[in-house]
């Protein structure tokens, strides 16, 4: 599975951003997904992930109530729609894909993973 992430780019705090992962190479309705990020000199860290029907969806307390996570499985795609933008959000963010339907907090339970974009929130 090859996973792209795209969106990326400089905002200023309060703003809107979508970032779009685009996954090729295996079907993709039977994975789960989840978008994590790092910030330099950070761990990485959990951002949202969702289910493989996308009916179940799970958030990291800190971006809780301003961003959403969905997908359409006919085309691919999984979104990560971010508003009320803050300079803490700015970081590498990731979209990852597991071989099982159910998502996960963990990083370390997911096979497959894009190359980042990145995402800057100006104050």
């Known amino acids: 599975v090859q996973l792209q992430a795209s969106g990326g780019g400089l905002v200023q705090a309060g703003g809107s951003q979508r970032l779009t992962c685009a996954a090729s190479?295996?079907?993709?309705?039977?994975?789960?997904m989840g978008w994590f990020r790092q910030a330099p000199g950070k761990e990485r860290e959990f951002v949202a992930t969702i289910s493989w029907t996308g009916g179940q969806v799970s958030y990291g307390d800190s971006i809780k109530g301003r961003f959403t996570i969905s997908r359409d499985n006919t085309k691919n795609m999984v979104f990560l729609q971010m508003n009320d933008l803050k300079p803490e959000d700015t970081a590498v963010y990731f979209c990852?894909?597991?071989?099982?339907?159910?998502?996960?907090?963990?990083?370390?339970?997911?096979?497959?993973w894009g190359q980042g974009t990145q995402v800057t929130v100006s104050s």
């Open positions: 990852a894909a597991r071989r099982v339907t159910s998502g996960s907090a963990y990083s370390r339970y997911y096979n497959y």
């Open positions: 190479g295996h079907p993709f309705g039977r994975f789960a």
